[in-house]
């Protein structure tokens, strides 16, 4: 099993140009979720999903949409970069089987706009 | 909303004990994480509690106060490669029922010899 990967792992953007982030898990997973992480302030969620088809809003959407298509798949967008949005952006999954609803992470994306 | 307090830093010795400690105070409360991140890496699952008391999972114990909106994490026999950020993260139950998990910004434990 590969566990939750994400593509790319690095890229550089400048102002104003979008891009998509891919996250593919492979445990059958319900929850997924994107984060960014930066100095200072913990992980936060930007949007998350319940399951294929559907999405919400976390604590930070500004600026980001996501879609579910798949069940294995969670994609997160940017339409036009801004620099606050140089971040590490994690994606995790989590099973509702355990009951536990542990989040497991994939390796990050280090994003920065120029 | 939900609010997570931890320190921002800590330093031990190699051998010793250190507890890491994490108060919280949310609606809905529905258990509490651990999570173990070393620098430029993921964050990994240590440990869950949902009830009150102490989980323990070989050199790593976890303590969950409802009452008290309190847990700590405690880590013995410290080795180095224990340096990392530990991050408490608090999951509540929304009216929708969706399960949310907040993370706190996470303690960075620097063991040294």
């Known amino acids: 099993n590969a566990g939750v990967t994400q593509t790319p792992k690095f890229r550089v953007l400048k102002t104003g140009q979008s891009m998509t982030l891919l996250c593919a898990q492979d445990m059958n997973h319900e929850y997924m979720y994107w984060y960014r992480q930066d100095p200072g302030m913990g992980l936060r969620l930007i949007h998350y999903s319940v399951g294929e088809g559907t999405t919400a809003k976390g604590e930070v959407p500004d600026g980001y949409n996501v879609s579910r298509l798949k069940k294995q798949n969670f994609l997160l967008g940017l339409e036009s970069a801004a620099p606050s949005q140089t971040s590490v952006y994690f994606c995790?999954?989590?099973?509702?089987?355990?009951?536990?609803?542990?989040?497991?992470f994939g390796p990050g994306t280090r994003l920065t706009v120029t | 909303g939900q609010n997570i307090d931890q320190p921002t830093e800590m330093t031990a010795t190699e051998g010793a004990i250190v507890q890491i400690n994490c108060t919280y105070q949310t609606s809905g409360f529905n258990g509490l994480f651990w999570y173990q991140q070393h620098a430029g890496e993921a964050p990994t699952f240590l440990s869950y509690n949902v009830l009150d008391g102490l989980e323990e999972k070989g050199r790593f114990s976890s303590f969950l106060s409802r009452s008290k909106g309190y847990s700590y994490l405690l880590l013995k026999e410290l080795q180095m490669k224990d340096s990392a950020s530990y991050l408490c993260a608090v999951r509540a139950e929304n009216s929708g029922g969706y399960q949310k998990v907040t993370f706190g910004t996470g303690t960075k434990l620097q063991v040294i010899p």
């Open positions: 995790a999954s989590a099973g509702a089987g355990t009951g536990l609803y542990e989040q497991y």
